[in-house]
Every structure is written in C-alpha cells, then in structure tokens.
C-alpha cells in the first residue's frame, strides 16, 4: 500500500520562509511527477509546482521566483521551500504524486494536507 505524508506547515508572519516536505512510502516501484497543490478557503484546488522524475519544473505564476520545489529520488520525497510568503498564499497545501507500485499498477496518489497560514 501506498502513502503520502506531508509535514512542515504552519504560521509564519508575511515575507517568512516554510518549508513542506512529503514522503512517499509502501510497495514503491517508481514515482513519476511530484506536485504540490494548495486550497484556500471557497477556493478550487489549484496546482502550485511540479517536478518531473528528471528534475524538470514547473510552477504556478503566482509562486514564481518564490517558491522551489525538488524532490529527492533515493528517499522518495518531495519539498516545497516557500520563500516571501503573504496572506494571499494562506492555503491547505498537499503532496500529490503518480506512483506504480510493485505490481505494475499506477495510481494518483494524495497526502492528508498541511495548513500554512500566513499572518501578522
């Protein structure tokens, strides 16, 4: 079985720094693209970054130049390093990754969501 687990949200005053991490874990074979999505009250979920397997990015225009996401293959993981940070990006924040297990089955996988609010 399959898991995401997120950690690493909180309360941070505007214009600080957090950084979320995710860790994926169970009958892993490969893990293709790693993204984290973000859900702010009466708000749709909307994607904030993505990593491919080769390490290839892309991120939300509103967290450009902000925000860096990177993953590390050996572990399994995936981080979110959130740089100048303001109310607007006040969100749930979740893992989210495609992952074949070891019978060759893929499926999209989703962690439980991290808070991150962001406040003075």
């Known amino acids: 079985q399959v898991q995401l687990v997120e950690s690493g949200g909180g309360l941070v005053q505007p214009g600080g720094s957090l950084r979320l991490s995710c860790a994926a874990s169970?009958?892993?074979?490969?893990?293709?693209?790693m993204r984290w999505y973000c859900q702010a009250l009466v708000k749709q979920r909307e994607l904030v970054a993505a990593i491919r397997s080769d390490g290839i990015t892309n991120y939300a225009d509103s967290v450009k130049g902000r925000f860096t996401i990177s993953r590390d293959n050996a572990k399994n993981t995936v981080s979110l390093q959130m740089n100048s940070l303001n109310p607007e990006d006040t969100a749930v924040y979740y893992c989210?990754?495609?992952?074949?297990?070891?019978?060759?089955?893929?499926?999209?996988?989703w962690g439980q969501g991290t808070q991150v609010t962001v406040s003075s």
């Open positions: 169970g009958n892993i074979f490969r893990i293709n693209a």
């Open positions: 989210n990754a495609f992952i074949m297990n070891t019978t060759y089955t893929g499926g999209d996988y």
